[in-house]
């Protein structure tokens, strides 16, 4: 057990934030905020703000802070004023409601508008129960505990399944915080996953089988926080777990820089690089979920023009986001073969067939004809392509 506390000693001391960075963390958040309900007051608008996210819970980990404030309101309609209150140079964007966002002293400030609320079962909007998030785990977890959660966080983003967001499909930071309450533990949770099969239920969480993993919100018992994760992630995240078990090591927490990666896996492979970088355009999360639509539609087509795709990966910045795509193979014909029905079919559908495509062969049992490609040159066509599906005007017109 030694070798995993020593892993675990250099990761708190690399992401675990300093007393010092707390206090300046709070200094800002009490200006804010206090800056937020002096402008309410002048306004004579009927608003509560209220700390949440990581700040509110004290598990941001180290150099990556920032203050998520709630703005409570009583209506859908009391929270337009909501525009007058923060700074000028805050920028509006969207989730499931319009909030704000900007720097202030140095610190990203994000000010989510969320509705009062007295039954949760009359509740719409699932962001108007995020205020209770931090009551309940400042209530259960303890100051190592939220140490391990800290990690753990770091132990995702290294290993590309942290983020929520519609266009990551990964554990957010509410679902990580929950299991180490569940488990007690980061050494726990390792134990425990060694152990899962899909579909994951964890604790009493019988949930949706529609679900590869199951966590009951404690706060809305018929919310699913793993709601966001896809198998893809999820195996991901388990695969990094049982590695980092049979041979721990602090690299599982250090994110490697994805274009060098990428590099030394086309000099391994042989593979032929494509690289385009979208600029981003606000809102964020909605350009992004269009973003990684697009890809799908890419990716589909040049697989249906026989183009073998060897892998492919996105590295998100604040401003952009870069395509790295990998190709095995292009077509070395002029045509492919489209396989049509069988040749034991009706008489009638084989005289169709026969009569609109004139040549026909057989491959096995079907009959088939020859396509061609119409493509001089593939590489052009895939960065066409590219250029069609991933430009940001491309994403904002679909």
Not at 15 to 31: G, W
Not at 282 to 306: A, G, I, Q
Request: aromatic letters at 14%.
């Amino acid at each position: 057990m030694d070798k995993y506390k020593k892993v675990f000693d250099r990761a708190y001391s690399v992401f675990v934030p300093s007393v010092k960075e707390f206090d300046k963390l709070s200094r800002v958040a009490n200006e804010i905020i206090s800056l937020l309900i002096k402008n309410a007051n002048s306004k004579g608008v009927n608003v509560e703000f209220k700390f949440g996210g990581s700040y509110a819970k004290g598990t941001w980990i180290k150099n990556e802070s920032d203050i998520d404030i709630f703005a409570i309101f009583n209506s859908e309609e009391e929270m337009k004023g909501l525009s007058f209150l923060v700074p000028k140079d805050f920028i509006s964007t969207f989730g499931t409601r319009k909030y704000f966002k900007g720097i202030f002293k140095g610190v990203k400030i994000e000010v989510v508008p969320v509705r009062r609320f007295s039954d949760m079962t009359l509740i719409e909007n699932s962001i108007d129960l995020s205020v209770l998030h931090a009551n309940y785990i400042n209530s259960f977890l303890s100051k190592s505990q939220k140490n391990d959660v800290i990690i753990l966080k770091a132990f995702c983003k290294a290993n590309n399944c942290y983020g929520s967001e519609t266009y990551m499909h990964g554990f957010s930071g509410y679902s990580l915080e929950v299991m180490i309450k569940e488990f007690g533990s980061f050494m726990s949770l390792v134990k425990a996953v060694n152990s899962w099969t899909l579909p994951v239920r964890i604790g009493k969480s019988a949930g949706d089988s529609a679900f590869p993993i199951f966590l009951r919100d404690p706060t809305n018992p018929k919310r699913n926080i793993c709601a966001s994760v896809n198998e893809e992630n999820l195996s991901k995240f388990v695969l990094s777990i049982k590695r980092f078990y049979l041979v721990p090591s602090f690299d599982f927490f250090i994110k490697e820089n994805l274009k060098d990666k990428v590099l030394k896996e086309v000099k391994l492979r042989g593979t032929k690089l494509f690289v385009f970088t979208t600029k981003i355009i606000e809102p964020r999360d909605m350009f992004l979920s269009k973003y990684v639509k697009n890809l799908d539609k890419l990716v589909k087509e040049l697989k249906m023009m026989d183009v073998e795709i060897y892998s492919y990966d996105i590295d998100y910045t604040a401003r952009n986001a870069t395509l790295f795509l990998q190709i095995k193979n292009l077509p070395k014909s002029k045509t492919k073969a489209v396989a049509g029905p069988a040749v034991f079919s009706d008489i009638g559908i084989l005289k169709n067939f026969i009569k609109a495509h004139k040549k026909v062969f057989i491959a096995g049992k079907y009959v088939c004809y020859d396509k061609p490609y119409n493509v001089k040159d593939f590489n052009k066509f895939i960065l066409l392509k590219i250029k069609e599906y991933m430009s940001p005007k491309s994403i904002f017109i679909n």
